[in-house]
């Protein structure tokens, strides 16, 4: 009787998806508002050491404050996350062969997507979608980027298809070479039948340095699937945006630079630029779905067909 109720279930550790984006959130606090102009004077100077301290503090900690089930979730996703499983996924998925839909036929089909999230204080997923999308257009962004917000996740309907959750969302990181210890809970590598092939522990493993990320294959999740789907139709600040916006290891921590060529380099300022977006701007206010669904249906249709392969 007694273990049945607590046990995890490794197809489905996390009760509500957003559970891995809230521990993102303790990970990587939003910096303190108070700080931008700041720069130079004592009182900044102060504000920073203050900042500093409190988010060392957060990051010495995210092991004790996450969640069993974060945690379970983080095991199973660095354990299962091979090279071959990648590759397998890749030759799954990317045929896109699955369905054939438009991008708001998609927003409703993801918000199907049901857990066990309490529907009368929990935002639906197209609500995080508009949220993401309606913060980038207040700060008067290009129309593409706010469209990006929009569309960005909508790969996590692989949970959909019956794909386990460590498969679709999660920080992603490269495989077929040396984990950095910048990815959240490392000592779950060795889990990781890769962590046995030398060829593959070598800090460039398969790639050579400054191959650039395009050669690169990343853990499979929902940020790859989407950029496969989109990237014919999307200017590259925004393809990048799209595949790279779970890697934190990269774009908060700058590890894996010596995997990056100049484009790279470049294109990751605004993977950057992108990710307050994702992180902090799901609120608590409720947008209503059916008054902005008339610009965002227009936005759609400036850069996407009607319907798309999936
Ligand atoms: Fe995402
Ligand atoms: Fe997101």
Redesign the pocket.
Known sequence: MSGAANRIDSHKPLQDLDHW?EFLKDRYPEPEPELVGAGGSAEGELQKEKTWKRETTKFRDYRAEARPSVKEFYRLNHANQTLDFVMSKRREFLSLNHRRMGIWEAMEYLNTLVDDSDPDTDLSQIE??LQ?AEAIRRDGHPRWMILTGLI??LGKILCLWGEPQWAVVGDTFPVGCAYSDKVVFPEFFPLNADYQIPAYQSSTGIYEQGCGLDKVYMSWGHDEYMYNVTRDYLPTEAQYMIRY??FYAAHKERAYTHLMNEKDREMFEWVRKFNPY??YSKGEDRPSVESLRPFYEELIAEYFPPVLRW
């Open positions: 984006e995080h979608l993401t960005h996740d916006h779970s994702d992180l």
